[in-house]
């Protein structure tokens, strides 16, 4: 039923042109967002939407999971960097694109959202090559830098320059930015060197605060 529903959807996100690739496709298909949800919003696991987690946060809209995957450019193997892992939906679709020879850190700073996610990527069998890691991600993940891709899923009001300093030179930084509260602008930085970098306006977006060092304090808030 549930799986029906899920092929559905990802035909409407492919005929919308979101979905561009097989491998974002396969992904897609392949992922259950029902096991990404609190109990009372799994009815509605493939409407096109953002839903709520808890603590004021929210899972992503399908149509952005798939946008993200697409301008990443993900390949097997890559490691990557994720901010904001929610409930871990958007997480398990990267790990699925990059494979087992792949590695995503996905860093959340609110405790009892790190541990669900976590359990779902545990039952959903993505815990192999995810890491969730309870903190700032506005600091990026210094430890396991630099990263063939960093993607934020919630929006900083400017650029964290940590998370620039974290790519690989060929990477991809894929953020919204913007210090509207409703609506942002997606920001893709390609590092072509040392100290060069490439910065494209995807578009309007709304994503929930970046709090943190390199983001919008918490009393703002
Ligand atoms: N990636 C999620 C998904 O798959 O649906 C979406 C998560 S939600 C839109 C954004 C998340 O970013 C929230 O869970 C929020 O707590 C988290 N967040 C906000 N600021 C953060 C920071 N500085 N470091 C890590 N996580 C942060």
């Known amino acids: 039923m549930m799986e029906n529903e899920r092929i559905e959807l990802v035909r409407r996100l492919s005929e919308m042109g979101y979905i561009k690739t097989e491998k974002v496709k396969q992904a897609m298909l392949k992922v259950p967002r029902e096991e990404f949800l609190t109990e009372l919003n799994r009815p509605y696991a493939y409407v096109d939407q953002p839903l709520p987690i808890g603590e004021g946060q929210t ?3 399908p149509h952005m999971v798939a946008m993200i995957c697409e301008i990443l450019s993900l390949e097997e193997g890559m490691k990557v960097l994720e901010i904001g892992t929610g409930f871990g939906y958007n997480a398990a679709v990267v790990a699925e694109i990059i494979g087992k020879k792949g590695h995503l850190y996905s860093i959340e700073r609110i405790s009892s959202l790190a541990e669900t996610a976590k359990e779902n990527l545990k039952r959903t069998g993505y815990s192999e090559n995810i890491t969730v890691i309870l903190g700032d991600g506005t600091k990026g993940y210094p430890e396991e830098a630099p990263f063939d891709r960093i993607y934020g899923t919630a929006s900083a009001p ?3 320059e940590p998370l620039k300093d974290q790519l690989k030179i060929g990477g991809i930084l894929l953020i919204p930015v ?10 893709c930085i390609s590092r072509k060197s040392e100290d060069e970098y490439e910065k494209k306006s ?14 919008w304090p918490e009393k703002k808030i």
């Open 59 to 61: 899972i992503s809209a």
């Open 158 to 160: 400017k650029l964290p």
């Open 178 to 187: 913007g210090e509207h509260r409703y609506f942002q602008d997606l920001i």
């Open 202 to 215: 995807i578009g309007g977006v709304a994503f929930v605060p970046m709090i943190g060092d390199h983001g």
